[in-house]
């Protein structure tokens, strides 16, 4: 659909801008009509907390603008707005979301949706503040819902659809929306910024029902169960991530409904993989670089696609094995680490691999970790994993580093 006649329908679209990844996400907590927002600075994130603070100050966002004195105390902080009633949102990155992990895995186990966008950002030391995914996938197995953004515009379309899923009664579980730090948080792109009104009809009110903490209805919170209740618990937190997968689906079908942005599947996208032969699976940003690559080889002849992965958690186990089932080789893209896990292999391949063990065909799967501390990938940089992944039965090493250059720094000879 033309932008012209998109825009047209006023019901639907405010307006289109220039965003920033963090402006588009303010915009998105702004329509949420978010209740209480908690901040602390640290780079990439913090775009968001100055769009939001000007808003305020500008009289078009009405909210509890909280100013913490660290990551911990910014996530108690939406943790605890969130248990008595209140939409919350905070944000971090790096180092700093990991300054926050007792608030994190509480706000998890407590099963409080708090939304949080996590700029992904490199883990100290040594000092770097480029894009990396270890920081949001920290929090993996904790009960959080993740999903990552690409652009300025699947970040506000996926911070309003993030508040709906977790908000559910259903899953009611905490939601990280994640965005390459740099290359999303202050790249610009053109954004369709949608009415108040149609919000409205997408996301219902914040309501936690009987859970909601208040005097009148007194409940316990975090009680100390130990061995008593405590595997009950987290099988209750599990049934909910199990849930959580039907309601994405239903969120993506009635925000398509509302919207017509053109999410034909919630949890991952797929480009020209209809007749692929050869498939890479990346998550965020480097999708640009992958999509120009297969444009190039396609026109050479070469049967080669690309799936961009959105959602990390819940894992589209299924979904993901129905497509990688039908290619003859699978290459993952790792723009994060795992020192010493399964073959010496990046979380995301590995996550991959495990749901591929159902797979009757298991194509030969490689690896490629690539774009640590902000290192950019390029499109000859994957138009040569796509080469590598052609042969992938062949290739000696599973696991593939990416434009490291050789020497001390590469053999491990820093602090042998």
Not at 41 to 64: C, H, N, Q, W
Not at 100 to 125: C, H, K, W, Y
Not at 194 to 222: C, Q, W
Request: with cysteine; charged share 25%; proline share 4%.
């Amino acid at each position: 659909m033309a932008t012209e006649t998109v825009l047209k329908d006023k019901s639907v679209w405010e307006s289109e801008e220039l965003l920033t990844g963090t402006d588009a996400v303010a915009q998105a907590v702004r329509l949420a009509d978010v209740d209480v927002f908690a901040a602390y600075p640290i780079r990439p994130y913090t775009g968001v907390m100055d769009r939001l603070a000007k808003f305020i100050a500008d009289g078009k966002f009405d909210s509890e603008y909280i100013i913490a004195d660290g990551e911990h105390s910014q996530f108690e902080i939406a943790k605890h707005a969130s248990s008595v009633g209140a939409r919350a949102f905070a944000g971090s990155s790096g180092t700093g979301w990991l300054f926050a992990t007792e608030a994190l895995a509480a706000t998890a186990t407590d099963r409080l949706p708090v939304l949080a966008l996590v700029g992904n950002r490199a883990l100290d030391d040594p000092g770097a503040f480029g894009v990396e995914h270890n920081d949001a996938m920290l929090v993996r197995d904790l009960g959080w819902l993740i999903v990552w953004a690409s652009t300025a515009q699947e970040a506000l379309d996926t911070t309003l659809i993030g508040y709906r899923v977790a908000e559910d009664p259903k899953v009611r579980m905490p939601c990280a929306v994640a965005m390459d730090g740099g290359y999303l948080t202050h790249s610009q792109h053109m954004v369709k910024v949608p009415t108040k009104e149609a919000v409205n009809r997408f996301l219902p009110p914040y309501d936690l029902g009987s859970r909601r903490m208040h005097p009148d209805n007194p409940i316990s919170i975090a009680p100390q169960v130990n061995e008593d209740w405590g595997m009950e618990i987290r099988r209750q937190n599990w049934e909910a991530a199990k849930r959580a997968v039907g309601v994405i689906r239903k969120a993506y079908q009635e925000f398509e409904e509302i919207f017509h942005i053109g999410y034909d599947n919630p949890f991952f996208e797929e480009f020209m993989t209809e007749d692929a032969e050869t498939i890479m699976v990346g998550m965020g940003t480097v999708t640009s670089a992958a999509k120009t690559a297969v444009k190039q080889m396609r026109k050479k002849g070469d049967k080669v696609g690309y799936v961009k992965l959105r959602w990390f958690r819940p894992f589209p186990s299924e979904d993901l094995r129905n497509v990688l089932s039908k290619a003859a080789n699978v290459g993952v893209i790792d723009r994060d680490f795992a020192h010493g896990g399964p073959d010496d292999a990046g979380v995301l391949f590995n996550d991959i691999r495990a749901a591929m063990y159902r797979s009757k065909t298991k194509p030969p799967m490689i690896d490629f970790i690539a774009g640590l501390a902000g290192r950019e990938i390029s499109i000859e940089d994957v138009v040569e994993m796509y080469h590598k992944t052609e042969k992938a039965e062949d290739q000696e090493n599973i696991v593939n580093w990416v434009r490291v250059r050789e020497g001390k720094a590469s053999k491990g000879k820093i602090g042998e």
